[in-house]
Every structure is written in C-alpha cells, then in structure tokens.
C-alpha cells in the first residue's frame, strides 16, 4: 500500500513556541493531504483540506492564522502550529489521497506527531 | 452536515465470542470506512465499502454496508486477544469534497 511519512513523531517545545510538522508521500504523488487533530481518547477532527499549489481549506473554528499549511509540492504538506500554548497539545495526524482511484477516496495516514506544549 | 454515530463506544469481550459493532450515518453517502488505531499510533486502513450491499471480510472481521437504511456493521467473530484496538468507521461527504467525518470509535477489549 501507499506510504505517507510524518515527522516528527513527537515533539515537546515552550509555550510561545512554533512548531512544523512534516508530511510526505512517498511513493505517490498526492495532490489533497489532510489534517486531523485527535485529543486523547476521542475521534479525528479534520482540520483542514491541504491542496498542492493553492490555499489550505480550512474547517469552521479552526483558525488559519494559528495552523498555516504549506502544500509546496505534491509529495509533500507541512503544518505549521504557530504561537503554541498547552491546548493547541494534541495528536495531529495527516492523510494523503491517492490519485487516479475514482470515486474512491482511500485515504492512507501518517504515523502520527504527539506534541505537548509546556 | 453529516454525523456518523458508533456503538458501543466500549466493549469489552471474552476471547472467543463474537460481538458486532454498529455505524449510522445521516446522510447520503455510499462511501464508508472502517479502520483500526492502536494506542498511540495511527489509523491502519481495515476495510473499504463503496457500495450497498457490500460485504467484506479480513480473518476474524466482517464490514458490511447497507445504504438505505446508512448502516454499517463491523463483525467480530471469536475475538482474540490481538483485536483489542480501537475501531474507528467514517464516512465520506459526496460533492467531491472528499473530507472524512470519523464517529467516535470503539475501544474493543478482548479478554483472556
């Protein structure tokens, strides 16, 4: 199946502190990624649509100035959490579409990033 | 907006029994996922159901979709210890937005 990388898989950082996160496709082209914040013991809330070359789609409530995403390239979106203060810690995870399927949307995930704020 | 509701959001078993787990949805989609997340990791894609009526089966689970009544069914069948994980179903919202919306998951406790 198709790979998607993440990095880091934790980080711990001060608050005030801005944090980016990496993700990749590694053996596909993705032109849509998405990001996914998960508090503990609850489901993934989609944060936002990353699209190659274009402006993130962002979902009600989550604040573009705060959670920038940067989709450069097609193998590769970041998520940057600007400004991080102890509840902005969470799991992010991000998801890659892979083309060419369809009416499919098989979404393959990252591993994960667990950051916690001081 | 699409809601996508799971039950039980607990369950715990004995090793060997069977249980089902339950995912409504509430609007239109022919489109429903099933997939697996251990503590700490990521999501692992389980199954992909992409029509009514569609029946799939991996080992010791069964998903099956019926879109009329937007119900989906996650079957367990003689639980073993190694399926304690939690379950997670999500949809997908048609018009091409291909967002996911994720229910709540159920945390499955297979007993010795």
């Known amino acids: 199946g198709a790979v998607v990388s993440q990095h880091p898989s934790r980080v711990i950082c001060k608050s005030g502190t801005s944090v980016k996160i990496e993700c990749r496709s590694l053996?596909?082209?993705?032109?849509?990624m998405f990001w996914y914040r998960q508090f503990p013991k609850q489901s993934l809330m989609l944060m936002a649509t990353?699209?190659?070359?274009?402006?993130?789609?962002?979902e009600q409530g989550v604040e573009k100035d705060k959670f920038l995403i940067n989709h450069a390239s097609l193998t590769l979106s970041t998520l940057t959490v600007t400004s991080a203060h102890p509840e902005d810690s969470s799991f992010y995870i991000c998801?890659?579409?892979?083309?060419?399927?369809?009416?499919?949307?098989?979404?393959?995930f990252g591993a994960g990033t667990r950051l916690s704020v001081l | 907006e699409l809601k996508v509701e799971q039950n039980p959001l607990f369950l715990s078993m004995q090793e060997g029994k069977n249980y089902t787990i339950y995912c409504n949805y509430s609007?239109?989609?022919?489109?429903l996922y099933w997939y697996r997340q251990d503590p700490g990791k990521s999501l692992e894609s389980l199954f992909v159901?992409?029509?009514?009526?569609a029946v799939k089966q991996e080992g010791r689970l069964m998903a099956s979709l019926d879109t009329k009544a937007r119900l989906s069914t996650l079957h367990i069948t003689a639980a073993v210890h190694d399926l304690s994980a939690t379950y997670f179903c999500?949809?997908?919202?048609?018009?091409?937005?291909?967002?996911?919306?994720f229910g709540k998951g159920t945390k499955l406790t297979v007993n010795p």
């Open positions: 998801s890659a579409r892979v083309p060419g399927q369809g009416t499919k949307n098989i979404q393959y």
């Open positions: 053996d596909f082209q993705a032109t849509t």
């Open positions: 990353s699209n190659e070359g274009s402006k993130a789609t962002y």
């Open positions: 609007t239109t989609s022919d489109r």
């Open positions: 159901l992409l029509s009514n009526g």
């Open positions: 999500a949809v997908d919202t048609q018009g091409g937005s291909e967002k996911l919306v």
